[in-house]
T-cell receptor
Framework: DADVTQTPRNRITKTGKRIMLECSQT?????MYWYRQDPGLGLQLIYY???????NKGEISDGYSVSRQAQAKFSLSLESAIPNQTALYFC???????????FGPGTRLTVL | AQSVTQPDIHITVSEGASLELRCNYS??????LFWYVQSPGQGLQLLLK??????LVQGIKGFEAEFKRSQSSFNLRKPSVHWSDAAEYFC????????????FGAGTILRVKS
């Protein structure tokens, strides 16, 4: 079984809709991250959480929000989706300070 | 701003030829350094990592990387490329000097020709 899972894997939605992407992990890690990937830009950090009561904005948090429901669950929401949020979204976890991160398989989101 | 540069957007090599992918970081005396690989439609898989110690590190799939502090570089190498190595490769830097987060380069797409 995968250690970091993301649902859904693919989603097509319309402008203005609210969307939630979910991430679950069985690695027992305290730290969780949400990234978006756009061609030629690498991965950009949206939000991160170092424990259940800690939420921090990343480089590109505008238009996004997150919820850390438990150590194992970290959800990303797009309150009102817009076409330039069309991207591949990755969740990741880590155990150490700035150490290795483990990635989920990604969610491909298309906003029409 | 803290940044990671991968100067080559695309690289094409022949199967069996050697490979070197370049990575430079802008900041940090004691960076944590990583190379990840992403195959089409897949997530990111860690190839290798450097925290401290021996500056030449070995990873999976026959890859290695060398940390050169004087050049702020962490280049990835493989002596003989296989067709299955075709993928996108990302360099990343982290550690306390990076707020315990990772900063990623833009990626290098590797094409392997037979």
């Amino acid at each position: 079984d995968a250690d970091v899972t993301q649902t859904p894997r693919n989603r097509i939605t319309k402008t203005g809709k609210r969307i939630m992407l979910e991430c679950s992990q069985t690695k027992g890690h305290d730290r969780m991250y949400w990234y978006r990937q756009d061609p030629g830009l690498g991965l950009q950090l949206i939000y991160y959480s170092f424990d259940v009561k800690d939420i921090n904005k990343g480089e590109i948090s505008d238009g996004y929000s997150v919820s850390r429901q438990a150590q194992a669950k970290f959800s990303l929401s797009l309150e009102s989706a817009i076409p330039n949020q069309t991207a591949l979204y990755f969740c990741a976890t880590s155990a150490l300070h700035g150490g290795e991160q483990f990635f989920g398989p990604g969610t491909r989101l298309t906003v029409l | 701003a803290q940044s990671v540069t991968q100067p080559d957007i695309h690289i094409t090599v022949s199967e069996g030829a050697s490979l070197e992918l370049r990575c430079n970081y802008s900041y940090g005396a004691t960076p944590y350094l990583f190379w990840y690989v992403q195959s089409p439609g897949q997530g990111l898989q860690l190839l290798l990592k450097y925290f401290s110690g021996d500056t030449l590190v070995q990873g999976i799939k026959g890859f290695e990387a060398e940390f050169k502090r004087s050049q702020s570089s962490f280049n990835l190498r493989k002596p003989s490329v296989h067709w299955s190595d075709a993928a996108e490769y990302f360099c990343a830097v982290g550690g306390p000097e990076y707020g315990n987060k990772l900063v990623f380069g833009a990626g290098t797409i590797l094409r392997v020709k037979s």
